[in-house]
């Protein structure tokens, strides 16, 4: 049953790959990399995101491999076993919290393009306009029933994929079903791309201008790194314990780490041109995608039927996020906590879906309810849906990432971390001291500078 006791792994080289891409690529990629890239102005923003990827996400991601596979553990369990009697493992802790308010809007997210697939199988995007797309878009957030309803059918998707134990089911479909939406995000780009007017959509996301960049922009680059990487919450950690003795882990996160990163800027490519063409504000938020998209379909041939595969195909990238999000709760407090694996799955899943439905009513009926928030040295009022966001994608999870980062560099023995990389010297790891040299200065000391950057301590 409880797959995370048996600790059966993954068994073919491409399994740890697929696994660990499906966790990373989700909504992050189609869903919020563009509209924070809308938000902060383009391709200056996209730059600093590259930079945190290469010098903060790829040493995180295999620092998180190395704690996962050599504690054969769940996250705080692994911290346990390598660093018995230090708090170390309240790491593990600050990734739970992370994971509930994650899960709770990530759901409500996934509804939408759940609601949206079955709006176009039955054409309904066809009669509409750009105008009008935004509108729909507009006026089905912010109904009672609807969004929620949608929630409710993902999360039990997810549950459900959770209790059978069927994660691996899923990534055998899954390695079939990511490279079609590779292949429709790719005629997609090329169908934005010339449309008339694209070549404004192409500049934003070429043509940097430093001048846009803010404190806010660094840090949500910063965090939307980690939100993309899956790291920084125990996911990686929870993987890395799967892997295989044999495995190179330095390669399988530079390949995880390529997927992600090539999967998100193809859909910038597919819907930035579009933005610009069907005149949608770039700083549109959360609903960039969705109203911009439906636009494109209706400018191709078979648009009904691309429209209806790739928001199933998106829902699909989001359930495979969202059942390691899950997980990381799950083998906690069933590892942990020595709770029943289908209870914890069962109270974990109403908990977080509740808080969801509080996020998705702030879209709609609460949203004059706000909340104080701390950004680029000001404080800020969000609603309820953002402060999950930014809270668990800004703080928690850079956090999470620097201590995951300063664990393996400082705590760890290097001779340790050298037998891992290595796997136990067949390897010859050359990449080995510039790895621990990124862990133990260059990630620690480029996640506190946005920090203090965020906060308006130091300038550029
Ligand atoms: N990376 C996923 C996405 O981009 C979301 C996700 C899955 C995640 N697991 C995570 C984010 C762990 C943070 C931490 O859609």
């Known amino acids: 049953m409880a797959d995370v006791q048996k600790r059966d792994g993954f068994a073919t080289k491409f399994g740890v790959i697929a696994a660990a891409a499906g966790s990373a690529i989700g909504l992050g990629n189609i869903w919020k ?4 890239t809308g938000e902060n102005g383009g391709a200056a923003f996209i730059l600093v995101y590259l930079g945190c990827i290469a010098l903060i996400g790829v040493p995180v991601m295999l620092s998180e491999f190395v704690i996962g596979r050599r504690g054969q553990k769940d996250a705080a369990g692994s911290f346990r076993r390598l660093a018995p009697g230090t708090p170390w493992f309240l790491t593990g802790w600050m990734g739970i919290a992370a994971a509930f308010m994650i899960l709770a809007f990530y759901g409500v997210v996934a509804g939408w393009t759940l609601h949206y697939t079955f709006m176009a199988i039955g054409g309904n995007f066809e009669s509409m306009d750009p105008a009008a797309v935004g509108n729909y878009f507009g006026s089905f957030i912010s109904t009672d029933f609807l969004p929620i309803f949608w929630q409710g059918i993902f999360m039990t998707l997810t549950a459900g994929i959770v209790l059978a134990g069927v994660k691996n089911g899923i990534e055998k479909y899954s390695k079939i079903l990511m490279p079609l939406l590779l292949g429709l995000l790719v005629i997609l780009a090329i169908r934005s791309m010339t449309l008339p007017g694209a070549g404004a959509g192409i500049d934003f996301l070429l043509k940097p201008d430093f001048s846009k960049l803010t404190g806010k922009a ?15 919450m125990g996911t990686m950690i929870t993987y890395g314990s799967y892997i295989n003795k044999k495995e190179n882990l330095g390669t399988t996160a530079i390949q995880v780490t390529l997927a992600d990163t090539g999967i998100a800027l193809l859909a910038g490519l597919a819907i930035f041109p579009a933005v610009f063409a069907f005149n949608v504000t770039p700083s549109a938020g959360p609903g960039l ?18 429209a209806t595969m ?15 999000i899950l997980e990381v709760v799950v083998a906690y407090f069933s590892e942990e906590k020595g709770m029943d694996r289908k209870k914890a799955t069962i109270i974990v899943t109403i908990l977080i879906t509740v808080i969801g439905m509080l996020a998705s009513l702030s879209m709609g009926r609460t949203s004059d309810i706000m909340f104080p928030f701390f950004s680029s040295g000001e404080w800020i009022r969000v ?3 953002d402060l999950l966001d930014k809270f ?4 928690l999870l850079p956090i999470g990432g620097l201590f995951i980062s300063l664990f393996v560099g400082w705590k760890m023995k290097a001779a340790d971390v050298r037998d891992e990389v290595s796997n ?24 506190i500078i946005v920090f203090l950057y965020n906060l308006g301590i130091i300038q550029p």
């Open 33 to 36: 990399f563009p509209y924070i």
């Open 218 to 232: 660094v840090l949500d680059a910063l965090g939307h790194a980690f939100f993309s990487l899956s790291l920084g």
């Open 289 to 306: 995608v969705f109203v911009t998209l439906p636009s494109v379909f209706n400018q191709m041939f078979g648009g009904p039927i691309f």
């Open 310 to 324: 790739f928001f199933a195909l998106l829902a699909v990238a989001a359930l495979t996020s969202s059942i390691s």
């Open 383 to 385: 609603g309820f849906f």
């Open 392 to 395: 668990s994608a800004n703080f």
């Open 424 to 447: 136990g010297g067949t390897l010859r790891a050359m990449f080995f001291w510039v790895f621990i040299w990124a862990a133990r200065i260059i990630a620690p000391v480029g996640i």
